[in-house]
């Protein structure tokens, strides 16, 4: 097995790329070593030492690495964790995790807007930022603001303001009046 990495926007964060299907659909977020009880692949990650995130995609996963931690010194623990991962035959994700779309629900009026600002994000804006290890979903909409959520290398990113600002924000006004801003959440 030949584990290809990329480097991110995020000077903390690598792109592992296994050569195969990490997921069969959507993404998984894994902010703390707690959040991945249900992920025999990320708690194996996570035990390497040194690692503060762990995200999938359909065919990668990103580390975040902790700021008092050099890459080439957890690097080969990495790739050594997602190499016995796959020779084990355990599974990714365990059996009762439901994939998700990654977007919050959303009900009530602004429907429609919401639908259109789901809509680009999914055909315009996540693709995009898979490519550099993360995703952005949907969290809210409220009076004109769209509230939405950094994963992965997205998160922490020191280029995530501009991507927000001079990108996606420029998009979803341009395509939709109603939105005059957008801005990040917390996790």
């Known amino acids: 097995m030949f584990i290809q990495t990329e480097s991110t926007p995020n000077p903390a964060t690598l792109k592992f790329l296994p050569g195969q299907n990490v997921l069969e659909v959507g993404t998984a977020d894994f902010p703390t070593a707690e959040a991945a009880e249900n992920s025999p ?54 059996e009762d995790h439901k994939p998700a779309s990654g977007h919050a629900e959303h009900t009530g009026e602004d429907g429609e807007i919401v639908g259109q600002i789901k809509e680009l994000l999914d055909t315009r804006v996540r693709p995009a930022v898979a490519q550099d290890g993360g995703d952005i979903t949907f969290h809210r909409f409220d009076r004109g603001i769209v509230y939405l959520h950094m994963q992965g290398a997205c998160a922490g990113c020191p280029s995530s303001t501009l991507t927000l600002k001079m990108g996606i924000e420029n998009l979803l006004r341009h395509y939709i009046p109603e939105v005059v801003e957008v801005r990040p959440v917390a996790a």
Request: hydrophobic share 45%; no cysteine.
């Open 41 to 94: 692949l990320a708690q194996r990650v996570f035990a390497t030492g040194g690692v503060t995130g762990v995200f999938f995609g359909m065919d990668f996963v990103t580390v975040t690495k902790a700021d008092d931690v050099e890459w080439d010194h957890i690097k080969p623990g990495i790739l050594g964790a997602i190499m016995e991962h796959y020779q084990s035959g355990q599974p990714v994700m365990a």
